[in-house]
């Protein structure tokens, strides 16, 4: 029997499935001060979400009692993964679950950008019957970019494609195969992609290297453009990770016109600041970190993580360990 917190909540039948196993299940938040002071060595695992966050300084402080840390969902910017395989603690995450919601929210925030809606929405709110200004564009014949093209990025790829989009993608990690396979133009280039490309999605994970990816002068190179020639404007979404995309120079291409819309499900700081500029932008729409919020999604993240978990404190080899190459 291994004693296991859950800090950030999970579905009562994942719970159920952890207790039917022979564990014992906390479910409590704790603040940072508590992290601090070493709450986590009386639990020989942790399951988190993005809320809770596990950096050097509270990895160190579990003893070494803290054998596994579980992250229901993808990302893993919460954890330091080095602290982590230094004190001999596998990571491990549910990196399925989510995908199919993910992809939907995508495709809803490009959708809503393009034809208006949330837009629309306010203005009859205030009581405005704005019909005449707004008029929208297709995503049929423009051009998709994807910046990463792991799962959840394919899945938009082949919605996008079913709508009559022309697909791309910058993933400098991925087997060029991969993008033919999808009959997706792999760009080597970041830049190469702006310039080819009328809408953006982002589908990578935040790193020192993809921190800012999206910024004020690549979002200038994006031509505005179809490939018919067709006026269609600039868009960006992001679904992925808040810091990809520089919100002061997301904020300065909307101003002067450079891009049309906007749509961010997450933010570099959250909660998000209410008095952030962006949220008052007319052609700006966010929604709250809601990628993986389905009944579905949380019902498979939940079950998926538990196993994994479970499958970890047992010793046997898990897939979604994501520090596995850094073990000791």
């Not at 929208?136 to 910046?147: D, M, N, Q, R, V």
């Not at 280039?189 to 009328?198: A, E, G, H, I, N």
């Not at 520089?246 to 002067?256: C, K, R, S």
């Not at 579905?296 to 196993?307: F, Y």
Request: aromatic letters at 4%; one cysteine or more.
């Amino acid at each position: 029997m291994a004693k296991i917190v859950v800090t950030d909540g999970m579905s009562k039948d994942a719970v159920r499935l952890l207790e039917k196993n022979g564990h014992e299940v906390t479910l409590q938040s704790f603040s940072k001060e508590e992290l601090l002071q070493g709450c986590l060595s009386d639990f020989d695992a942790i399951i988190v979400r993005s809320a809770t966050k596990l950096p050097k300084e509270v990895i160190e402080s579990t003893g070494g009692n803290l054998r596994v840390i579980g992250r229901a969902g993808v990302g893993v910017d919460n954890i330091d993964l080095a602290a982590a395989s230094d004190a001999g603690i596998a990571v491990v995450n549910a990196p399925l679950a989510s995908t199919q919601s993910v992809v939907e929210l995508t495709i809803a925030h490009l959708l809503a950008s393009i034809r208006h809606i949330s837009k629309s929405d306010r203005g009859l709110r205030l009581g405005k019957w704005e019909k005449k200004i707004m008029t929208g564009t297709e995503l049929s014949g423009k051009s998709l970019g994807l910046i990463g093209f792991g799962r959840i990025a394919q899945g938009v790829g082949m919605v996008a494609q079913a709508m009559g989009m022309d697909v791309h993608t910058y993933d400098p990690y991925l087997p060029p195969k991969v993008a033919r396979n999808q009959s997706t133009r792999l760009h080597k280039d970041v830049d190469d992609l702006f310039k080819s490309c009328t809408h953006i999605s982002v589908h990578c994970n935040l790193t020192d290297e993809t921190h800012h990816l999206v910024n004020y002068e690549r979002m200038k190179l994006m031509p505005g453009k179809s490939r018919l020639g067709l006026k269609c404007g600039n868009h960006i979404v992001n679904c992925a990770r808040g810091g990809i995309v520089d919100e002061d120079g997301l904020l300065q291409a909307l101003d002067e016109g450079v891009i049309s819309s906007a749509a961010l499900d997450v933010f570099e700081h959250e909660p998000v600041d209410p008095e952030h500029e962006l949220l008052n932008h007319a052609d700006f729409h966010g929604t709250p970190h809601i990628g993986a919020a389905t009944i579905e999604a949380q019902s498979r993240v939940g079950t998926d993580i538990a196993k994994n978990v479970m499958d970890s404190l047992n010793g046997r080899a898990v897939k979604a360990t994501v520090n596995s190459h850094l073990l000791k």
